[in-house]
């Protein structure tokens, strides 16, 4: 069975932790790791804009002896009619493996369905996986672990950082809090996937309202865009309701003494997070950034090292 990584859940407990070791590997020397070579192409779709996937993407897929081949949606067929599965089963001939930032969900799961070879998602509007594994390198580094840590998400708590906090943070044995206005709240499904996933990782699930409630003694403070992209004409107002929540001193000043501050960027500074914050002491922002390159190679390696996804020879 070809492994896919569509949502932080594809990754258990202990597959998680060994992508995480090995992407700790990788950072310490960018260069010495090969299991791409050949060199084995890997596509990279893009039909929503990036800086950090795309380039952390092409620039790892190099590091790792690859070739990378940036496909930007809008020069394909995609907007005549060619359809998803055709483009998966075409592309399968061709690479060792398939990348893509798309819309829905069921987008993506139909390009996987159709592929025949593995699939990362490199952000949906329901999930954003690749960045956790990122996340969680940095609070590794920066924490010394993630068991029993907690992690508190402020903001739009519907869109696809929260759901993925959720999914991934109890996963690597988190406790997570959510907390956003009425009406942004996250999808019941995930939270009760979430539930399931903390009940044997030991982690733990909140939904809050309160953002004070929410970052109270926490570990970790994070906050995302509060119009992800794909909402900008979306009628609702994504301002307003969100002010009570943008992650400044005052607000960071609930959480433990020695919090960190993650936040995936682009960063709206003066909306969702203060300049202040961004750039103050407890701020790991440009960390977790460039662990976007150790955290995906780790996972590219790992995916294409055996079929089954199961690890060998993975650090080339
Ligand atoms: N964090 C993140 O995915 O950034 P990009 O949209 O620039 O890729
Ligand atoms: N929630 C944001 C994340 C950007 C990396 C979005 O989907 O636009």
Redesign the pocket.
């Known amino acids: 069975m070809i492994r896919h990584f569509l949502r932080d859940d594809d990754l258990s407990p202990a597959e998680q932790g060994a992508v995480l070791d090995l992407a700790a590997t990788f950072k310490t020397d960018r260069y010495a790791h090969r299991p791409l070579a050949g060199p084995r192409p890997v596509a990279l779709i893009f039909e929503?804009p990036?800086l950090?996937?795309r380039v952390s993407f092409e620039t790892g897929v190099a590091q790792l002896g690859g070739h990378p081949l940036v496909i930007d949606a809008r020069s394909t067929h995609f907007g005549r009619g060619e359809t998803i599965e055709d483009a998966a089963a075409v592309l399968s001939r061709y690479v060792d493996a398939i990348v893509i930032r798309t819309f829905s969900d069921e987008r993506l799961a139909a390009l996987a369905g159709a592929a025949g070879v593995p699939v990362v998602n490199a952000?949906t509007?329901g999930f954003?996986p690749c960045?956790l594994l990122a996340d969680l390198l940095t609070i590794r580094e920066r924490l010394g672990g993630t068991a029993g840590r907690t992690l508190a998400y402020v903001g739009?708590a519907a869109?696809?950082?929260a759901h993925s906090y959720l999914l991934a943070g109890v996963t690597a044995g988190m406790r997570v809090r959510v907390g956003g206005p009425a009406g942004y709240d996250p999808d019941p499904a995930v939270v009760s996937r979430a539930h399931e996933i903390a009940a044997w990782t030991g982690g733990g699930v909140e939904t809050l309202r309160d953002p004070y409630e929410t970052v109270d003694g926490a570990d970790v403070v994070v906050t995302?865009?509060w119009?992800?992209?794909?909402?900008e004409e979306d009628g609702r107002d994504r301002i307003r309701p969100f002010l009570p929540y943008q992650v400044n001193s005052k607000l960071l000043g609930a959480a433990a003494p020695g919090a960190i501050v993650l936040h995936?960027?682009?960063a709206h500074r003066g909306e969702e997070i203060t300049d202040e914050v961004m750039d103050g002491s407890h701020s790991a922002v440009f960390d977790q950034a460039e662990n976007r390159l150790h955290a995906q190679k780790a996972l590219l390696a790992w995916l294409v090292s055996t079929p089954d996804g199961a690890q060998s020879d993975v650090d080339g």
């Open positions: 929503k990036s950090r996937t952000l509007d954003h960045q739009d869109n696809n950082m995302d865009a119009t992800s992209m794909g909402h995936c960027l682009p």
